[in-house]
């Protein structure tokens, strides 16, 4: 099964950029999408991006579509998210998550069963 780990988190000023990066360790197989997801304090997780490990075609929840550019590297089972231009709405922990979600699910909690503990990304003003 997979097992995932975030970096790539930190501090920055609004405009800003940071690329977070997931392994996964545990998997010799592929999951059908790696998504990056989201969570605010005292907000639901959300979904931020996501990618499919076989056409890499991507999905972006629209309020970073522009901004943010999720990618893969299947040698070396790292997943990438380019974050530039950053607010601090993006202010958040941020997660990757692995699963096979259905088209309506790509975006959602739902699709994905394996976790990982997330990395803490702060946008100052």
């Known amino acids: 099964q997979s097992q995932l780990e975030e970096s790539g988190g930190g501090s920055v000023q609004a405009g800003g950029s940071l690329r977070l990066s997931c392994v996964d360790s545990?998997?010799?197989?592929?999951?059908?999408?790696m998504g990056w997801f989201r969570q605010a304090p005292g907000k639901e997780r959300e979904g931020v991006a996501t990618i499919s490990t076989a056409s890499a075609e991507s999905y972006y929840v629209d309020s970073v579509k522009g901004r943010f550019t999720i990618s893969q590297d299947i040698a070396k089972s790292t997943w990438y998210l380019q974050m530039d231009s950053l607010k601090p709405e993006d202010t958040a922990m941020y997660y990757c998550a692995a699963g096979y979600p259905t088209p309506e699910q790509r975006l959602q909690m739902l699709g994905y069963n394996y976790w990982g503990q997330g990395t803490q990304v702060t946008v100052s003003s």
């Open positions: 545990g998997s010799r197989h592929l999951q059908a999408y």
